[in-house]
């Protein structure tokens, strides 16, 4: 009997099908192990649905701490959290053994990865054009990718150790069939996903140095378009449901607006110390900033969009025209003066990227741009060895990646502890 993976089953459980009951008999010892579920009793032509749609709240759920624990790791906020095994984040000394690593960061884009590809191991109908299939490619696709931008390597469903490389190649090759699928499907769905995994796969290419492909993809993107995780208040389950942003800004204090982005550019909104409804959980030097991008348990948070398109073929161009051109329209857009700084390459793209770190503020982004070329972030992320800003801690350290926690290494058959 063919059964699906404990790991996966635990999410089919808590938020799709809501199987596993007890099973009672005649013998007191006799129940039903509720976190296997045998794969020959999921319909895949009425369950695929559900399964697609719970591997795409599983990414929801991952991209919420994603972006919360890479910002610490970029300074895009200050970690004004007690717990210090975050604070490793904030000053990029993150051992494997680190707690928060493994069961906030590592487990649930490992669990969005593969619960994915439950959906994409299944035998469905039309499978050229099936919808959950492009669900399904798209968001595994996505949750690979920030897989391969945020830690050092990586693995699927315990397979062997990748590296960065192959983790870029993994994604690429699920949001081609997401793109193919939900083009083909023709449905407004179908369409949303067939362009969002465009951006993921032209970043995918930028991020592994493939320029002219990121470029080709950043075309295509229609004008206007954005694909934003959904999220919703409640009360009952804002660990899974809710935006972690907001969560962790207004219910915990743990996340303030760091130096470099209190400025009055609309990108990046927040509250100055005493004028928000909040405080910081601890006493973090120079007051507690509380972002404000992000309004409520409900807010959205965005995962693609024509902008980052145009980003990235800006990126991708190595053209100082080009660039410029996308800097002072973003300027201009959002209040600031024209650009008047030195117009050689490096310069150029340091601004480039100083507009793509207010634009895409706590997206999740902004590792995979300090990881491509650290040079072009600027004053944004502080420098290896520099103060890290609370007393009591070591100074900041030379990471560029997360390690891949101690609990994988030990688990992992393929790994075995190496």
Not at 101 to 108: R, S
Not at 313 to 326: F, H, V, W
Not at 350 to 367: D, H, I, P, S, W
Request: hydrophobic share 40%.
């Amino acid at each position: 009997m063919k059964k699906i993976p404990r790991a996966v089953s635990r999410t089919v459980v808590g938020s799709a099908l809501m199987l596993g009951a007890v099973a009672c008999s005649d013998q007191f010892l006799t129940v039903t192990n509720p976190n296997v579920i045998d794969a020959a009793t999921v319909d895949p032509a009425s369950g695929a649905a559900t399964l697609a749609l719970s591997a795409q709240q599983n990414f929801a759920t991952a991209l919420g701490w994603l972006a919360m624990y890479s910002g610490y790791f970029t300074n895009e906020v200050n970690v004004s959290d007690t717990f210090p095994t975050r604070n490793e984040f904030g000053f990029r000394t993150v051992s494997d053994l680190n707690g928060s690593l493994n069961t906030d960061v590592w487990a649930p884009v490992s669990l969005a990865t593969a619960s994915a590809k439950t959906v994409l191991d299944l035998t469905l109908p039309t499978p050229t054009t099936n919808i959950s299939l492009a669900r399904a490619a798209t968001f595994r696709g996505f949750s690979i990718l920030m897989m391969a931008t945020d830690f050092c390597t990586g693995s699927l469903s315990s397979g062997p150790e990748l590296t960065t490389a192959q983790l870029l190649d993994s994604a690429a090759f699920w949001f081609t069939r997401g793109y193919d699928v939900g083009k083909a499907n023709a449905t407004a769905d179908g369409i949303a996903l067939s362009n969002a995994a465009l951006v993921g796969r032209a970043r995918a290419k930028l991020q592994k140095g493939d320029n002219a492909g990121a470029a080709a993809d950043a075309a295509l993107v229609p004008a206007g378009f954005e694909y934003n995780m959904r999220y919703t208040d409640d009360a009952n389950s804002r660990t899974r449901l809710s935006n972690r942003l907001y969560q962790f800004s207004f219910d915990r204090g743990a996340i303030s607006v760091a130096p470099w982005y209190r400025q009055t550019d609309p990108r990046v909104p927040f509250r100055a110390p005493g004028s928000g409804t909040a405080v910081g959980q601890d006493a973090v030097p120079g007051g507690f900033y509380q972002q404000a991008k992000f309004t409520g348990y409900a807010s959205n948070i965005r995962l693609a969009s024509k902008l980052e398109a145009d980003y990235i073929a800006a990126e991708a161009s190595a053209n100082t025209t080009t660039q410029l051109a996308l800097i002072d329209a973003r300027r201009t857009a959002n209040g600031q003066t024209a650009y008047a700084g030195a117009t050689d390459a490096a310069s150029v793209k340091t601004e480039l990227f100083n507009q793509r770190a207010l634009e895409f503020y706590l997206e999740g982004k902004r590792l995979a741009d300090f990881r491509r070329s650290a040079a072009s972030v600027g004053t944004t992320v502080t420098a290896t060895g520099q103060p890290y800003f609370k007393p009591g801690y070591g100074n900041t350290g030379s990471q560029t990646c997360y390690p891949l926690p101690r609990a994988e290494r030990d688990n992992n058959p393929n790994m075995a502890g190496k």
